[in-house]
């Protein structure tokens, strides 16, 4: 069973459809119990990042998140509150991995929404079988840092994180759940570990 978090933030039904498509049982559910006896976790979410970790530490998520052992995935507002801090309203994060969440410079192109490439690519687990000429879909105004959790990176403006992985924890900035093909396969590979 995958558990999918539900913290009131944006996205969680498409990203469900995503699972049970590729023929996986899913529950979307903020139960400590459900979460922890879930074979793989997604922390997926759009929205926006004090609100939703207010969320999570009212309800105690933030501590049960940080201490899963299974294979754990966050998907954009996921990976950034996976990061130690984020600028979005002065935003004290999870702390798995060790970057800051910043936002992009101001520009009238801002957020970064569309198709993009991400390129070295360091990961040959979850992004086994990614082709450099393959684009994924992202959409987000602010963006976590280079560091050694890295495993792929993108450029809009300036370069960012566009994967990350520590553990058992792994996260994208852009959205598996809507990048076609090649997201496809990269939510089967996180789905197969």
Known sequence: MIAI???NAGNIT?????????????????????????????FPGVGEAKSAMMY???????????SLPQPTLGICL????MCQHSEEGD???????????????STDIVPHMGWNNIYDVYDPILLNGFNKNDSVYFLHSY???????????????????????????????????KSGDAGENILKN????
Do not use: W
């Open 56 to 66: 999570l530490n009212s309800k105690g998520l933030d501590n049960i998140i940080k």
């Open 78 to 81: 996921g990976l950034q509150l």
């Open 143 to 177: 963006y976590a840092g280079i560091c050694k959790q890295t495993i792929a990176k993108c450029n809009y403006i300036l370069p960012f994180s566009a994967a990350m992985k520590k553990d058992n924890f792994y996260a994208t900035q852009f959205h598996p759940e």
């Open 5 to 7: 978090i539900e913290y």
């Open 190 to 193: 996180f789905l197969e570990l």
């Open 91 to 105: 935003t004290e994060c999870l702390g798995i991995f060790d970057t800051e969440v910043k936002r992009f410079p």
């Open 14 to 42: 498409s990203v469900k459809n995503a699972v049970e498509r590729l023929g996986y049982s899913c529950i979307i559910t903020g139960n400590r119990d459900e979460i922890y006896s879930a074979d793989k976790v997604i």
